[in-house]
């Protein structure tokens, strides 16, 4: 069984990656609360409400014990704010190992999420044997389109998810980092 106290702890220049914390529930709903941030994060592209956000949290907390990784918390080191989640899971039936990413609005346009996302997806490739890393994205969601391409990532294939047109970016672990 995972010891969900072995989830890693990142650190960026700027930013703190780990475990989930109870105290991050306020935050997270009210980041899932806001419609600009749920549009590309949530199956009906709809906010949140703090119940909802409180389950995808304990989603979040048994993906890693299930399956020993899984979406970071991101705070800032600076004062330990809330930013979103970073990180990796694939949920049963997904499209594959995925690299995902959602802050919360005001962190947006920092390069907060290609921070986060860099570091997370160099945890990835350093802690498991993977070939490659996937990212399913909408095909509306232009801002993460850009970071994915920032990433080193390639559209591979175009599917539906939840009735939507998604994009499936992916990287190699040999194309990571450059």
């Known amino acids: 069984m995972f010891d969900l106290a072995a989830i890693p702890r ?19 709903a009210a980041m899932m609360a806001d419609a ?7 199956a009906n592209q709809s906010p949140l409400s703090s119940a909802m956000a409180w389950r995808d949290m304990a989603l979040f907390v048994g993906h890693w014990a299930l399956r020993g990784y899984g979406l970071f918390a991101v705070e800032e080191k600076a004062g330990g704010a809330f930013v979103g989640r970073v990180g ?13 990413w959602g802050l919360a609005r005001p962190y947006w346009g920092r390069g907060y999420a290609l921070e986060a996302a860099r570091a ?30 920032r990433l ?24 990571w980092g450059k």
């Open 88 to 100: 990796a899971w694939q949920p049963e039936c997904w499209v594959g190992f995925e690299l995902g």
């Open 120 to 149: 997370a997806g160099d945890w990835v490739f350093a802690s498991f044997a993977l070939d490659h890393l996937v990212s399913l994205i909408h095909a509306d969601n232009r801002t993460s389109q850009k970071l994915a391409q």
């Open 10 to 28: 990142i650190e960026t220049e700027r930013l703190i990656l780990g475990g989930w914390r109870e105290g991050d529930a306020p935050a997270f």
């Open 36 to 42: 600009e941030v749920a549009r590309f994060l949530t």
């Open 152 to 175: 080193g990532m390639r559209i591979r294939a175009r599917t539906l998810h939840a009735g939507m047109p998604h994009d499936i970016w992916e990287v190699t672990s040999g194309d």
